[in-house]
């Protein structure tokens, strides 16, 4: 029987009770399907920062190296600045493990109604570069309170990294039915790094002939997203674009509580992390109604990354039972509680 080792990283606000329930749904799948699973749970959040000085304790990502994956729940807390919060946890651990391929899948699940009347062409996987670009942390700040004050942000483009996710975005697209690519760029505007991006993936795109694709500015992209959902299925975009594109790709599907992610390391080098993309949401921390969706769905991505198809599968219809009987959350218009959704969900597996 195979067995493998997850570190569970709540983090904050709602992380905490999110990773719990998805820990609980992947304990009880993996009763059913037969493998084994050994989940360790690390403190590592806000509320340690404000105690120690610290995020993650010295070599505590030396420690992360023996696991096959990592399951993150968020991070972020109104006692610390969401740049010292981010940097502190979230980025090191991507950065650290060369998690550079972030992968987000948006659809409407069975039940769920769209914001948009023609939500059900909704199919897409956007990959985001998630290594360097706008978030790649170059730059800085002079004069710092004086009048002549100026801080630089600078968006690093380099060609491996550049390469190496346009690769990813084409393998994507290669297995999915439609086999169509949409680059999301900024090039007009931005000359240098956005043309050089655009430039890798053209040369790239030579290896896949099978692929379609098709450039747009992303600014477009957003009319695109509302207007024309059908005319996009896998779609690649720079940091900070596909971070913004995929909240708003969310936001089209139902809710921000259903949208899954993996940060992926390809090469398998390093172990890759899984999370749900709502964030910390201390609005409606502690009161049990955060929508544990996002995280199931979050598993079930991770079990097909550990090679666990089967299960993976079998996950993602007791989520799609789960939700086309209609037992929601309020973030979806329900009255259901998380406990309530988790509940179900564990009946359907």
Same mark, same amino acid.
């Not at 904050?12 to 998805?22: F, L, R, S, T």
């Not at 570069?129 to 483009?157: C, D, I, K, Q």
């Not at 969706?293 to 993976?312: D, N």
């Not at 009987?325 to 009946?347: C, I, M, S, W, Y």
């Given at each position: ?12 606000? *709602?992380g =905490? ?9 992947l ?14 749970s690390?403190?590592? @959040? @806000?509320? +340690?920062?404000? =105690?120690?000085? @610290? &995020? ?17 729940? %968020? ?5 610390v600045?969401?740049?010292? @919060?981010?940097? #502190?946890?979230?980025?090191? *651990?991507c ?8 992968? $987000? ?27 360097? #670009?706008? &978030? ?19 968006? /690093?483009?380099?060609? !491996? ?7 990813? %975005?084409?393998?994507i %697209?290669?297995? $999915?039915? =439609? ?22 993936? &053209? ?7 099978d692929?379609? !694709? ?19 299925? /896998? ?13 708003l ?18 090469? +398998? ?14 609005? *409606?921390? #502690?009161?049990? *109604?955060?929508?544990?969706?996002? /995280? ?13 198809? !089967? ?5 993602? +219809?007791?989520i ?19 406990? %309530? ?9």
């Amino acid at each position: 029987m195979k067995s493998y080792k997850i570190a569970a990283i709540p983090g904050d606000g *709602i992380g =905490k009770e999110v990773i719990a329930a998805g820990v609980e749904v992947l304990k009880v799948l993996s009763e059913k399907e037969s493998f084994g699973l050994r989940i360790e749970s690390f403190d590592w @959040s @806000s509320e +340690r920062y404000l =105690k120690t000085g @610290s &995020y993650i304790p010295d070599g505590g990502l030396e420690q992360l190296k023996a696991f096959d994956a990592i399951f993150f729940g %968020a991070v972020g807390s109104p006692d610390v600045p969401d740049h010292v @919060s981010l940097w #502190g946890l979230r980025l090191p *651990i991507c950065q650290g493990f060369d998690q550079y391929a972030n992968v $987000r899948p948006s659809r409407v699940l069975p039940g769920v109604t769209s914001k948009l009347a023609n939500g059900n062409e909704i199919d897409w996987v956007i990959i985001r570069e998630n290594s360097e #670009g706008e &978030y790649s942390g170059a730059g800085g700040r002079v004069h710092r309170g004086l009048p002549e004050e100026v801080a630089v942000e600078v968006s /690093t483009f380099t060609r !491996t990294g550049v390469a190496r996710i346009h690769k990813v %975005a084409f393998e994507i %697209a290669n297995k $999915r039915p =439609k086999k169509h690519l949409t680059l999301v760029t900024k090039s007009n505007a931005q000359r240098h790094g956005m043309v050089l991006w655009d430039e890798i993936f &053209y040369e790239v795109a030579k290896d896949f002939p099978d692929v379609k !694709t098709q450039r747009v500015l992303v600014d477009a992209m957003t009319t695109l997203m509302v207007l024309k959902p059908g005319s996009l299925d /896998t779609i690649v975009a720079s940091n900070l674009h596909a971070d913004i594109l995929s909240d708003l790709a969310a936001a089209l599907s139902g809710s921000l509580g259903i949208a899954p992610t993996a940060n992926l390391n390809p090469e +398998r080098k390093f172990p890759s992390m899984f999370e749900p993309i709502h964030g910390s949401a201390f609005d *409606i921390t #502690g009161k049990g *109604i955060a929508n544990p969706i996002a /995280t199931f769905w979050t598993a079930s991505m991770m079990l097909e990354h550990l090679g666990e198809p !089967t299960a993976a599968a079998r996950l993602m +219809r007791a989520i799609e039972r789960t939700t086309e009987e209609q037992v929601f959350t309020p973030d979806l218009g329900g009255v259901h509680d998380t406990r %309530a959704v988790t509940n179900a969900v564990k009946r359907a597996l």
